[in-house]
C-alpha cells in the first residue's frame, strides 16, 4: 500500500460489527472538518463532511459526530465490510486556511 | 467525468536526478494543492494555487522544489536535484471554493530517490 505512519492506530473489526474510528483536533477555531478513506494505492477519497454548526451528520452508512467542547470527531460505519477496510483521516480546517491532516486510523475487516 | 489526474504513477530515479510530477485538476476548480505523504509525517501540504498563483508555499521543504500552474488545467512540481529523502507519494488535489471547498485527490505519484 501507499506511505502512511508505521505506528498508525489499527481498529480491527467483524464483519457486520459497527466501527467507530476516533478523532481529536487541534484547533478550537476550525469549523469544518471532513472524514476522507484512502485505500491501498489509491489517493484519499472524500466520505462525509460536518461543520461546526452541527453535532451529527449522516450518510449512507455512515454518520459524523463532533463534540467541540472536547474538540473531537468520530466516524462511524454501520454493518462494516470488506471494502471498508482502508486508512481513515479526519481535515480540520479555519475559514481561509488549508486543511490539516490527522495521522489516521488503520481500519482492519476480519472475516 | 475525470478526477483529478496525475503522471507519472511511480517513478524511480536516481539521486541528483531531476523528477518532474504533473498534475491535471478537475475542469472548473480553481484551486489546486500538493501534498507529500510520508510514513513518518503523513500528509503534509507542499503549496496551494488559487487562480493559476501561489498563494501558500510554506511547506515546500527547501529550494530544490518548485512548483508550478502555467494555466487552469496544469500543473508542475519539481524536484532538482532529487535526494534520498524525497522519496515518498505525492499527491496533487482541486477544489472549488479556494480554501474552504472539499478536496479531490488525484491518485499519486509514488517517488523513489535511489
Known amino acids: 500500500g501507499e506511505s502512511v505512519g508505521l505506528h498508525l492506530p489499527t481498529l480491527s473489526v467483524q464483519e457486520g460489527d459497527n466501527s467507530i474510528i476516533n478523532c481529536a483536533y487541534s484547533n478550537s477555531a476550525s469549523d469544518y472538518f471532513i472524514w476522507y478513506k484512502q485505500e491501498s494505492g489509491k489517493g484519499p477519497q472524500f466520505i462525509i463532511d460536518i461543520r461546526s454548526n452541527m453535532d451529527k451528520r449522516q450518510g449512507q452508512r455512515v454518520t459524523v459526530l463532533l463534540n467541540k467542547t472536547v474538540k473531537h470527531l468520530s466516524l462511524q460505519i454501520a454493518a462494516t465490510q470488506p471494502g471498508d477496510s482502508a486508512v481513515y483521516f479526519c481535515?480540520?480546517?479555519?475559514?481561509?486556511?488549508?486543511?490539516?491532516f490527522g495521522p489516521g486510523t488503520r481500519l482492519s475487516v476480519l472475516p | 467525468d475525470a478526477g483529478v489526474i496525475q503522471s507519472p504513477r511511480h517513478e524511480v530515479t536516481e539521486m541528483g536526478q531531476e523528477v518532474t510530477l504533473r498534475c491535471k485538476p478537475i475542469?472548473?476548480?480553481?484551486?489546486l494543492f500538493w501534498y507529500r505523504q510520508t510514513m513518518m509525517r503523513g500528509l503534509e501540504l507542499l503549496i496551494y494555487?488559487?487562480?493559476?498563483?501561489?498563494?501558500?508555499d510554506s511547506g515546500m521543504p527547501e529550494d530544490r522544489f518548485s512548483a508550478k500552474m502555467p494555466n487552469a488545467s496544469f500543473s508542475t512540481l519539481k524536484i532538482q536535484p532529487s535526494e534520498p529523502r524525497d522519496s515518498a507519494v505525492y499527491f496533487c488535489a482541486s477544489s472549488l471554493g479556494g480554501a474552504d471547498g472539499e478536496l479531490f485527490f488525484g491518485e499519486g505519484s509514488r517517488l523513489t530517490v535511489l
Open positions: 475542469s472548473g476548480h480553481n484551486s
Open positions: 481535515a480540520e480546517k479555519r475559514h481561509g486556511q488549508n486543511f490539516v
Open positions: 494555487f488559487n487562480n493559476n498563483v501561489p498563494i501558500d
